[in-house]
């Protein structure tokens, strides 16, 4: 088991400039979330996905979007990026019959100038 | 509004020494509280979960407890070693239209010294 993967690992966009972050989990979890982590900042919720099909906002959803795509995938939008999007973002995933675990990914550093 | 506060913001001891971290929050329907551990550059990894009924919980050398009463916990460590050099994090989730919210704190970051 590979646990939860990201794609890539690190990322320099332009200000405007649109990426997709990647996330697949092996694990055959229902719940899938997307974080961003900043110094001094603690983890905040961007989007989550309880179930396949669907999505719900987080925290910090402006300037994302979200599909997923599969039981397996949950993919992060970046339509146009700012500078303010400079961040580190973790996938995590969560089965509904587990103790309320989340298993992270190792993250994608991404940074906007 | 839900939140998390954990103190001290760092902390740094001498290998071998014991340490307790500390987690308040104002998270509500509460649903249960994780310890994180994170290293430098990877996500974080879960120590201990707790519901409410759970006032202890232990892995190895890392030993949570939880007052739901006073809505406080503590995370401690025994015997330190460089390897538990880490941001501390910790989470208290609550549910909201049958989905289940985390709340995460800011995290205390633990430098261990040989």
């Known amino acids: 088991n590979a646990g939860v993967t990201q794609t890539p690992k690190f990322q320099v966009l332009k200000t405007g400039q649109s990426m997709t972050l990647q996330c697949a989990q092996d694990m055959n979890h229902n719940s899938m979330y997307w974080y961003r982590q900043d110094p001094g900042m603690g983890l905040r919720l961007i989007y989550y996905?309880?179930?396949?099909?669907?999505?719900d906002k987080g925290e910090v959803p402006n300037g994302y979007n979200v599909s997923r795509l599969n039981k397996r995938e949950f993919s992060l939008r970046l339509e146009s990026a700012a500078p303010s999007q400079t961040s580190v973002y973790f996938c995590?995933?969560?089965?509904?019959?587990?103790?309320?675990?989340?298993?992270f990914g190792p993250g994608t550093r991404l940074t906007v100038t | 509004k839900n939140q998390v506060e954990q103190s001290p913001q760092s902390l740094i001891i001498l290998e071998g020494k014991n340490c307790t971290l500390q987690?308040?929050?104002?998270?509500?329907?509460?649903?249960?509280l994780r310890w994180y551990k994170q290293d430098t550059g990877r996500g974080p990894v879960s120590l201990t979960i707790?519901?409410?009924?759970?006032n202890t919980k232990s892995n190895g050398r890392y030993t949570a407890t939880l007052d739901a009463d006073t809505k406080q916990s503590s995370l401690h460590i025994t015997a330190s070693q460089l390897s538990d050099s880490a941001s501390y994090i910790c989470v208290v989730s609550f549910t909201s239209g049958g989905s289940y919210i985390p709340t995460f704190g800011r995290g205390t970051s633990l430098i261990v010294h040989p």
């Open positions: 996905s309880a179930s396949e099909g669907t999505t």
């Open positions: 995590a995933s969560r089965s509904w019959t587990s103790t309320y675990e989340q298993y």
């Open positions: 707790m519901t409410f009924s759970e």
């Open positions: 987690c308040n929050y104002t998270v509500s329907p509460f649903s249960n």
